[in-house]
């Protein structure tokens, strides 16, 4: 596939879970621990997605796809999110997704969400 994918999560099994994952899949993955530090990735012309968790420390996701719509409005995001309840999942899926967020999964998920919700995004 040869797409580039920035992912982000405070999580650093998680990541480094998902990232084993998509690059056994074929994608050149880069890593984020936080929005701040995904942003200095925005520079990268080479970026085909993003995807974030929603809910981190310093810099959200919402914040981080603020700064991505202002800087690369061409650029797709995936959503994920994993704190609080069903309730407050859904809450952030149905005031988000399709706004600002291809989608949004909800953690745990499994892999062939993950990869549907990638090639929507990407085709």
Do not use: H, Q, W
Not at 31 to 49: I, P, Q, S, Y
Not at 87 to 113: C, Q, V
């Amino acid at each position: 596939m040869n797409k580039t994918i920035l992912l982000v999560d405070d999580d650093d099994a998680f990541r480094d879970a998902v990232k084993d994952i998509l690059e056994l899949e074929g994608f050149k993955i880069i890593c984020a621990e936080n929005g701040k530090t995904a942003l200095t990735e925005l520079d990268n012309e080479n970026l085909d997605l993003v995807i974030t968790d929603i809910l981190m420390p310093e810099s959200d996701g919402i914040e981080l796809i603020s700064k991505i719509k202002e800087l690369r409005s061409d650029l797709k995001v995936i959503g994920m999110t994993g704190g609080g309840t069903i309730a407050s999942a859904n809450k952030l899926k149905t005031s988000f997704s399709g706004f600002y967020f291809e989608t949004i999964l909800t953690k745990p998920f499994e892999d062939s969400e993950l990869l549907e919700a990638i090639n929507k995004a990407i085709t």
